[in-house]
Each structure stands twice: as structure tokens, then as C-alpha cells.
């Protein structure tokens, strides 16, 4: 602490003790977010924009986290730099008091990194009453972790205030309808994905990669964007996704899916030092960490996690966490004028005032792990070294941003709604600690290409114990690559877990599972696909004449009176009658004699002429071979007539091939003239697959074929006068 020191944050404790004393002349307009309250050495208005900041200053088990205190006095310095026009870190600022009637004033909640704790704290203070000692908000700063923006956000945003974020990077946040007055000076992590896989492609050559994630919405947003920037950017690599899911054992399932991939590279985005310790231990014990072959690298949710630890030399986590790397978008680092302007304010800030003020906004607890005074204030350490978060920088200007656009919304009444105050927040922009912030009018995240990225390379270093004198080691952390507009630069070597800067291979080839080579990869597919075809015709073509052979009649299956009864002549030959499976049937011929010529015919058909009982007046004895027929009534008439192609049709019987009727040519049988037998034949087939299926109260059925013999079920006079009369509706002629 420097003693000599002059206090630097008098403008909060003056607005602070300003609202205490004249808390019953506090007023506000209805949906206005600003308290009015007159300076009692002016009498002019002062309008009060009052900032709520949500931050992990514990994680449920009172142990505080440093980084979270840290961030909070970055957002208290830069309230006091709006309040009075102090330009010494962002020139923007000079003289912002004369042109701005808005002063700030801070407080913090702690989340406890827990959703439904964090929204205990946001409904608390909305709820409160204006005049009430305990101030309302103008808007919110935070929080930390995703999984905490993304409830928290909706809530703020419906009773209409603006919620900005250093931290909360998942895409799920983009959601306007949900999260309409959100906003972050952080990009989101679809954006943040794309220098990471650049990085990991391009850079280190690696395309396989398993990625082990917090299954949050942060992680699984995370890993959404990993994969699309992956198909986009680098379209042969491939990520595995591992969640991490919450409970006993947790650790150990997600190394054993790990190591299940056989992959070198591990990509992790976990919360909390013990999981991070957790698992690096269960990747050690498994020979996936600290053997010199695998190689780690983490997300942003990785910061602070080695910070001022030591670990003894040679121990678990010394060798497992040598050698591992972060990827992740910076808030600046010394160098970096900027930066180091931030640094040098923050610094100011440890004098006995200021810490005793930064004190009394900080969460107390009355637990031994927390202590009852605010923890790290009186640590020689605090403040001392800003890089130990990477978000205060971000959180600094989150709150300009809040201020800046409250100064340029706020109307000369005095009058600010959360939604104008969030039009002019998305719209604005300047350079901050942490670059140039712009962000997406629409979505409120800030634009990547205003932000800059880095990579640590983690390496130990050894440290004796000063009080047990015991051989230890801590690590420190290398910027070895930098990526701005667009393309990262090599700043210095990375060394991995094997101590070298060789890039190590990203997948252990088994000889036992090795890859065949190219030619086997090929042929072997192909040869699959050709049997697979052969198999499919072979399997196709028996179908195929399966479906046309059970309606065979065997020769064997038919018996003739002797000799045989004539019931009809046909076109091709004689209609005989038969036995077949003890049902009586009809046989006749539909493709004509090899040797049969026209003016034979002509002639059976002249000769011979059927009676009303169904026989003949011909006294030839047939032989089966001249079997054929074409059926007709007793009046003469053709019922039915079966053409080779298959039509069916019904026509008088007087009608002659070729003769016209109504102007057309009337459809005749196919002769042998017209076509060739086996063109005959295969429409034979085709007619009697449709034939053999045909069921019908109104059509004979056909039995099938033998030969070029049709075989169909046969009606005697009676039974086809019955027929006739139940499938007639008038006279069937």
C-alpha cells in the first residue's frame, strides 16, 4: 500500500453519502432509470445513473476469487473517470463533466456463480422503492459466466434495463427476442472460434482434436462455434465433442471418452481451478497428459486458474499442465500503451481511502473461508498486476460504454429509458482499454474485427519455498502468437509437454488398427459396391421370375375326357374342355402354330360354328396339340376377347380383322404377320402376369398357361347366363 497516496475515488463517495443524506428527495419518473436529486450547494438537479455490478466474487463455497474483486474496482475507477471528465486513460473522457448532466454510482452483488442466486440478486434490487436507502438501478453490469447472463438478462431486459458483459461470450445471447437489451464489449464464441481453429489448422497443423466442454450453454455454444468455423475454415478437421457433465466421476468419463479417440489434442473449456486440477489428474493417471505425446490447450474460461500457485516439483499437475496452452481474445497486455495507462490508474487506487471505500462495495461474509473483512484489500499484491484478469480490461469498458451512452441518451429534463439508453449503447463507439468497441447495433456484441487475440504457452518455472525450502514450481505464461485483422503472427516458440518446439502429431497410429493404404481404401469400397450390384440384379431378375412362373400349369395337371370335349373355337385353334386340381377349365390357344398358315384359318373358321349347347358341328376328333379358341355366346356375340397386348375388349361378332367402324380401324389380335413369335410371346408373359391377378364376380377367371395355352376357369350355359345377368345392367350387346 502507498501511503503517500492521495485518495482518488472522491466522486462516489460524494455522490454515495449525497443520495444517504437526502434519500427523501429522491424522485423518478415512471420507466425513467435516473434518480433526480437537487445539490443542496447548487440547487441544480443532479441526475443519478446508479450501476449494479453482477460478478462471482465467490462460487458457492465462500472462497473468494481475486479476479472478480480486481474487476469490480476496474468498473469503480472507470465510474469515477465519467463522473469527473478524467481522461487520463481514454482521451474521450476530458472534460465529459462539463458536457454530461449523468453521475454514477456503483454496487456489487455476488453471484455465486449460480443461476438461481444471481437472479435473487437482480429481482431484489428491481424490486426496490425510489427514496428507499437501498438505491434502484439504472443498469447492470455482467455477469461473469454465460449460464449466469443468459437468465439474468432476460429478467433485466423485461423490466427495461440495460445489461452489459466483459465476460458472457455464447452465442445463445444474440437472441433479441429474449435478451433485447443485452449488450457486451466481448465478441461472442462463434466469432471467438475462428482465429482458434485458424490457429490450431493453420499454425500447429492439427486436424483432430477432441473438445471437452462444460455442458453449459458457454460450453455448448463453444463448441457449436468451434465446429462451424471448422466446416467453414478448416473442412478436414475433425472435432469430437465431449460434455462434461456435473457429478461424481464426471472427470474420470470424460478423459476415458478421450482417450477413446486415440487423438494427441485435447481442447478444454471447464470452470473452477478444482476441475481444471481434476481432470488434468485423471488424464495423467490414463497417459493422456504430462507423457510428452498429448498436447492441451484451453478457452478463455482457463484464465487465472495457474495464477500465483505452486505445485510441488515433479508432482501430477507439474507435469501435466507444462507445456499447455490459451487461446483467447485479450483485453490488452503491458506494452500496449493503453494497457499500461489502465494498469497505472488501477494501481493508484491502493491507498488506505480507496481500499477502505473499494471495502465497504465489496460482499461480506462472517465465514472462516472468507474472512469478515473483504478479502486481498490489505494483500501487498492486489492491484499490483491487472493481467491476472483478462476481463477487467473489458469490464472497464463496459461501464464507459453504460456512461457514455447515458451522457449522449438522457434528455434535458432529465429523462432515460433503459431502451433509449441501450439504442445509443449498440451505436456508439470508441477506443477503450481493450481497443476500438463497436459493437452490432442489432445483437449489441461487439465486433471481432476490433478485437485481438492471443496465445499463452504455460511453462514452469522453479521456485524454492521461501518457508519450507522445499523445491516447487509455478508457471508462467508466454505470448507466443498474436492475431490481428485478420492473421496471427508468431511472437516467439511455443514449447509443448515434451519440452521442444516440434510440432507433435495430432492422432497415435495403432499398427495393430493402422489405416490400409490408398489403393486398399479405394478397391475396397468399389468391390463392395460392384457384389453389392450383382447381388441386387441376381436377387431382382429371380424375382422377376418368380413373379411370372406360378401361374405354369404343368402338363401333368390337366386331364382330358377321350377323347376330348370341344366347347368353342378360338382364332389360333379349338377350345377344349378340361379338368385341373378337380376344377373344370377352359383351353385355348392365343399364340398361333409355328406352321399354321392364314388360309387355314380362315377355313376352321368358316367350317365350323358353335351350337347353343357349346358344341361343335365339326366331326374332327382334335388332338391336343391343335388346341385354341375364341369364346363367344350363344347369341353369337363376342363376350370377351384377349388381346396379345393385353387390352380387353368387346365387339360384335361380326366385326372382322381390319374391318372399320365410326371411321377408326377396329383392334384386332396380333398376328404372326405382324410380328414375329417371340415378340408374341414376351407379350404373352406381360399379358398373363396382369391376367393371373385378376380377381372379379364379373371376369372368368384365368387359371394360367400352359405352353401358349390359356387356361381359365369354365362356365357352363347356366352359370354364364348368370353371369351375364348379375354383371349387366341392360342388355349385354
Not at 503517500?4 to 454515495?16: F, M
Not at 494498469?343 to 462495495?361: F, I, M, R, V
Request: contains cysteine; aromatic residues 10%.
Amino acid at each position: 500500500m502507498n501511503e503517500s497516496e492521495s485518495p482518488i475515488l472522491q466522486s462516489l463517495r460524494y455522490y454515495d453519502n449525497l443520495r444517504l443524506n437526502f434519500t427523501g428527495n429522491v424522485t423518478r419518473e415512471a420507466e425513467s432509470n435516473v434518480d433526480v436529486l437537487q445539490d443542496p450547494e447548487t440547487g441544480e438537479d443532479i441526475f443519478l445513473c446508479h450501476l449494479s455490478g453482477l460478478l462471482p466474487f465467490t462460487f458457492g463455497d465462500f472462497v473468494p476469487s481475486e479476479i472478480s474483486f480486481l474487476d469490480a474496482s476496474a468498473v469503480v475507477l472507470a465510474a469515477h473517470q465519467l463522473n469527473v471528465g478524467d481522461g487520463s486513460i481514454l482521451p474521450i473522457l476530458n472534460g465529459l463533466n462539463d458536457r454530461c448532466k449523468v453521475r454514477f454510482t456503483t454496487e456489487f452483488a455476488d453471484t455465486q456463480f449460480n443461476e438461481g442466486f444471481a437472479l435473487n440478486q437482480v429481482v431484489t434490487q428491481i424490486g426496490r422503492k425510489v427514496g428507499a436507502p437501498d438505491r434502484l438501478p439504472c443498469a447492470f453490469l455482467g455477469a461473469y459466466g454465460s449460464a449466469i447472463s443468459i437468465p439474468t438478462s432476460i429478467v433485466t431486459g423485461l423490466f427495461g434495463f440495460p445489461q452489459v458483459s466483459g465476460s458472457s461470450t455464447s452465442s445463445d445471447l444474440e437472441d433479441t427476442s429474449q435478451h433485447g437489451l443485452f449488450a457486451r464489449t466481448i465478441p461472442s464464441d462463434t466469432d471467438n472460434s475462428i482465429p482458434t481453429i485458424l490457429y490450431l489448422r493453420e499454425v500447429l497443423q492439427v486436424t483432430k482434436m477432441a473438445v471437452i466442454h462444460v455442458n453449459d450453454p458457454y460450453g455448448n455454444a463453444f463448441n457449436l462455434g468451434l465446429r462451424n468455423a471448422a466446416r467453414e475454415y478448416a473442412p478436414d478437421m475433425k472435432l469430437i465433442p465431449i460434455p462434461l457433465n456435473e457429478g461424481e466421476g464426471a472427470e474420470r468419463i470424460a478423459i476415458e471418452m478421450f482417450q477413446e479417440t486415440g487423438y494427441l489434442y485435447a481442447f478444454c473449456l471447464v470452470f473452477t481451478d478444482q476441475i481444471h486440477d481434476n481432470l488434468m489428474t485423471e488424464a495423467y493417471k490414463m497417459g493422456l497428459a504430462g507423457n510428452g505425446k498429448h498436447t492441451w490447450f484451453f478457452g478463455g474460461s482457463f484464465v487465472g486458474t495457474l495464477d500465483n500457485r505452486r505445485f510441488e516439483k515433479g508432482s501430477v499437475l507439474d507435469k501435466a499442465y507444462h507445456g499447455v496452452g490459451l487461446i483467447d481474445v485479450t483485453s490488452g497486455f503491458p506494452g500496449v500503451p493503453t494497457y499500461d495507462l489502465f494498469a497505472e490508474e488501477l494501481g493508484k487506487l491502493k491507498n488506505a481511502e480507496d481500499l477502505q471505500y473499494l471495502g465497504s462495495l465489496f460482499p461480506k461474509y462472517d465465514h472462516p473461508d472468507y474472512g469478515s473483512d473483504p478479502p486481498f484489500i490489505d494483500s501487498d499484491e492486489f492491484l499490483s498486476n491487472p493481467s491476472i484478469s483478462n476481463y477487467a480490461p473489458f469490464l472497464f469498458d463496459a461501464t464507459i460504454a453504460l456512461g457514455l451512452a447515458a451522457c449522449s441518451a438522457i434528455s434535458s429534463d432529465g429523462y432515460l429509458d433503459g431502451h433509449t439508453h441501450f439504442r445509443y449503447l449498440a451505436e456508439g463507439s470508441f477506443t477503450g482499454v481493450s481497443g476500438k468497441v463497436s459493437l452490432d447495433p442489432e445483437t449489441g456484441t461487439r465486433d471481432v474485427d476490433t478485437a485481438t487475440y492471443l496465445v499463452y504457452n504455460f511453462r514452469r518455472s522453479n521456485v524454492v519455498d521461501p518457508k519450507t525450502g522445499e523445491a516447487t514450481v509455478e508457471f508462467i505464461p508466454y505470448v507466443t502468437d498474436i492475431f490481428e485483422n485478420g492473421n496471427w503472427s508468431e511472437v516467439r516458440d511455443f514449447i509443448f509437454n515434451d519440452d521442444t518446439a516440434n510440432l507433435p502429431p495430432d492422432y497415435e497410429v495403432d499398427p495393430a488398427k493402422a489405416e490400409p493404404d490408398w489403393a486398399i481404401r479405394i478397391l475396397v469400397p468399389v468391390v463392395i459396391a460392384v457384389a453389392a450390384l450383382i447381388v441386387f440384379l441376381v436377387f431382382f431378375e429371380w424375382r422377376r421370375k418368380k413373379s411370372g412362373t406360378f401361374w405354369y400349369v404343368k402338363e401333368g395337371e390337366l386331364t382330358f375326357s377321350d377323347p376330348p370335349e370341344i366347347i368353342g373355337r378360338g382364332k389360333f385353334g379349338l377350345i377344349l374342355k378340361a379338368e385341373y386340381r378337380e376344377t373344370e377349365v377352359a383351353i385355348k390357344r392365343v399364340i398361333p402354330p409355328r406352321r399354321q398358315q392364314k388360309k387355314d384359318q380362315e377355313k376352321q373358321g368358316s367350317d365350323n360354328s358353335i351350337t347353343a349347347n357349346g358344341s361343335t358341328e365339326s366331326q374332327e376328333q382334335p388332338k391336343k396339340e391343335n388346341l385354341g379358341l375364341q369364346s363367344v355366346n350363344d347369341n353369337g356375340i363376342l363376350v370377351r376377347r384377349l388381346s396379345m397386348a393385353g387390352s380387353v375388349e368387346t365387339n360384335e361378332s361380326n366385326s372382322e380383322p381390319g374391318s372399320k367402324k365410326n371411321g377408326r380401324k377396329s383392334s384386332t389380335s396380333i398376328s404372326s404377320d405382324e410380328v414375329s413369335r417371340k415378340q408374341l410371346r414376351k407379350k404373352f408373359i406381360k399379358e398373363m402376369r396382369v391376367l393371373s391377378k385378376l380377381r372379379h364376380s364379373c371376369i372368368a377367371t384365368v387359371v394360367g398357361t400352359y405352353t401358349a395355352l390359356l387356361v381359365r376357369v369354365s362356365l357352363n350355359q347356366n352359370s354364364f347366363n348368370v353371369l351375364l345377368t348379375r354383371c349387366c345392367s341392360g342388355p349385354c350387346v
